[in-house]
C-alpha cells in the first residue's frame, strides 16, 4: 500500500459526460501529480500541483482541469469525454517534486467511456 | 530531449531462473533520476527503486539487483531465481533535475511461468 488514496476505482460513463477522479496524497507529501495509463501512449504525465499551485503542465487535453484543495487532496475533472479518454489514471504524490524525491502511485482509476 | 527505450516487449521464463530487464536512456542532464516501476496484473503501480546520477553504485535487495552504467545510458533490472508473483509488467523511468514529471518507457511485460 503506498498510502496514496484514489476513488473510484473503476467508473464507466458515456461519451459527452464529465467525471471527477479524486486523489489523497501520502500523508505529508505536497505534491500530487495525474498520470495516464492507455494502450496506444502508454504512461503519460498530464499536471503536477504542489501545495495548492499548479507546478508543470503535460500532456493535458483543454478538456481536463485539476486542482488541489487545502487540505492537499486533488480531483481531476473530465469532461466532453470521448471514447479514447478509456484510461487508466494514476494520481501519484512525492513530499515536493520528483527531483530528488520518490514519486508513490495511487491504485488508479479505471475509466471506461462507452 | 530525455527518452527512456526499453526494447523488450515481453519476456518469458519459468520458474528460477535469472532474468534481466534492459533499460536505456537519454538525457543532456548531467543530475538526473532513474525509476524502476512494477505493475502486476492489478494495475496498481508499485515502486522498487530510485537512482541519482551520482551514485553508479549496483544495488541488491532480496531477489532484485540493478546494474546503473552512466557509460551506456543504461539502468538493468535483474531478477535471480523468478517466481511467478514477479509476473507484471516493469517500468523504468527518467526524472531530469529540474523538472517534475516522469518519462517512462514502454515497459516489458514479464511472465514467469511455474
Known amino acids: 500500500d503506498s498510502g496514496v488514496t484514489q476513488t473510484p476505482k473503476h467508473l464507466i460513463t458515456a461519451t459527452g459526460q464529465r467525471v471527477t477522479l479524486r486523489c489523497s496524497p501520502r500523508s505529508g507529501d505536497l505534491s500530487v501529480y495525474w498520470y495516464q495509463q492507455s494502450l496506444d501512449q502508454g504512461l503519460q504525465f498530464l499536471i503536477q500541483?504542489?501545495?495548492?499551485?499548479?507546478?508543470a503542465k503535460g500532456n493535458i487535453l483543454e478538456r481536463f482541469s485539476a486542482q488541489q484543495f487545502p487540505d492537499l487532496h486533488s480531483e481531476l475533472n473530465l469532461s466532453s469525454l470521448e471514447l479514447g479518454d478509456s484510461a487508466l489514471y494514476f494520481c501519484?504524490?512525492?513530499?515536493?517534486?520528483?527531483?530528488?524525491?520518490?514519486?508513490?502511485f495511487g491504485e488508479g482509476s479505471w475509466l471506461t467511456v462507452v | 530531449a530525455q527518452k527512456v527505450t526499453q526494447a523488450q516487449t515481453e519476456i518469458s521464463v519459468v520458474e528460477k531462473e535469472d532474468v534481466t530487464l534492459d533499460c536505456v536512456y537519454e538525457?543532456?542532464?548531467?543530475?538526473?533520476?532513474l525509476f524502476w516501476y512494477k505493475q502486476p496484473p492489478s494495475g496498481e503501480l508499485v515502486f522498487l527503486i530510485r537512482?541519482?546520477?551520482?551514485?553508479?553504485q549496483n544495488e541488491i535487495s532480496g531477489r532484485y539487483s540493478w546494474n546503473f552504467q552512466k557509460s551506456t545510458s543504461s539502468f538493468n533490472f535483474t531478477i535471480t531465481a523468478s517466481q511467478v508473483v514477479d509476473s507484471a509488467v516493469y517500468f523504468c523511468?527518467?526524472?531530469?533535475?529540474?523538472?517534475?514529471?516522469?518519462?517512462f518507457g514502454t515497459g516489458t511485460r514479464l511472465q514467469v511461468f511455474p
Open positions: 501519484a504524490s512525492s513530499v515536493q517534486g520528483a527531483t530528488g524525491n520518490t514519486i508513490y
Open positions: 537512482r541519482n546520477s551520482f551514485d553508479e
Open positions: 500541483y504542489y501545495n495548492g499551485e499548479e507546478r
Open positions: 523511468a527518467l526524472s531530469a533535475y529540474n523538472t517534475d514529471k516522469l518519462i
Open positions: 538525457t543532456r542532464d548531467t543530475t538526473y533520476y
